[in-house]
């Protein structure tokens, strides 16, 4: 079991940019990807990036504000999110999977515990 831990969350103006981060335990999977969920609403996949050659995949509402990157190295996972909107706020989940055609249908079965991003506007 990969362990997943997110930090950098907090709260920031709308316009506003925080770089979330994701360490973890060890390289089994093929992809890593970033969701979020608010409450009442249902969780969503915000970014993914597949771990071999770095390709990356974003939600539509993210395109052009949101960049999801990886240092393969040290495991660790990023989203650098700009111009931050109110409706970006949610609890962000960074999250794992082994399973490259899951990963390509936001399907992922490793999830960390989620860091909290508010954006008031």
Not at 26 to 40: D, E, I, N, T, V
Not at 65 to 84: C, H, V, W
Request: charged share 20%; aromatic share 10%.
């Amino acid at each position: 079991v990969v362990q997943l831990k997110e930090s950098g969350g907090g709260s920031v103006e709308a316009g506003g940019s925080l770089r979330l981060s994701c360490a973890a335990s060890a390289r089994h999977f093929r992809c890593m990807g970033w969701f979020r969920q608010a409450p009442g609403k249902q969780r969503e996949g915000v970014a993914r990036i597949q771990e071999s050659n770095g390709v990356a995949t974003y939600a539509d509402s993210v395109k052009g504000r949101f960049t999801i990157s990886r240092d393969s190295a040290e495991n660790k996972l990023y989203l650098q999110m700009d111009n931050l909107r109110s409706e970006d706020t949610a609890l962000y989940y960074c999250a794992s999977e082994i399973d490259l055609s899951g990963c390509n249908r936001w399907s992922f079965r490793n999830w960390g515990q989620g860091t909290q991003v508010t954006v008031s506007s």
